[in-house]
């Protein structure tokens, strides 16, 4: 039971993580910071696509396949 538990534990990690980079990168980020946010929103993007990957989470996958997009159009802006 353990295993299982430590498993459901790194997934909401990443699941935090995800949204986490997704928020600070698609944000105003202070101007020392604003050269790292291609590099940030790939990051969003990679955590992102880990978690629709996994695919035990629904709500988090439906959240995941709906940002990625949003962060590649992000990202070809910049």
């Known amino acids: 039971p ?3 538990e430590d498993v459901a534990s790194q997934r909401r990690y990443l ?4 949204r986490a980079v997704d928020a600070y990168a698609s944000g105003r980020l202070p101007k020392q910071y604003q050269k790292q946010k291609a590099s940030m929103l790939n ?3 990679r955590l992102w696509s ?3 990957a ?3 989470d629904p709500d988090a996958v ?7 997009p ?3 159009s992000m990202l070809g802006s910049e």
Do not use: F, P
């Not at 439906?62 to 990625?68: D, F, L, M, N, P």
């Open 62 to 68: 439906a959240e995941g396949t709906r940002r990625i």
């Open 15 to 18: 699941i935090a993580q995800a």
């Open 54 to 56: 996994d695919g035990q």
């Open 43 to 45: 990051a969003a993007i």
């Open 70 to 72: 949003i962060l590649k």
């Open 50 to 52: 880990q978690v629709v």
């Open 2 to 4: 353990w295993k299982a």
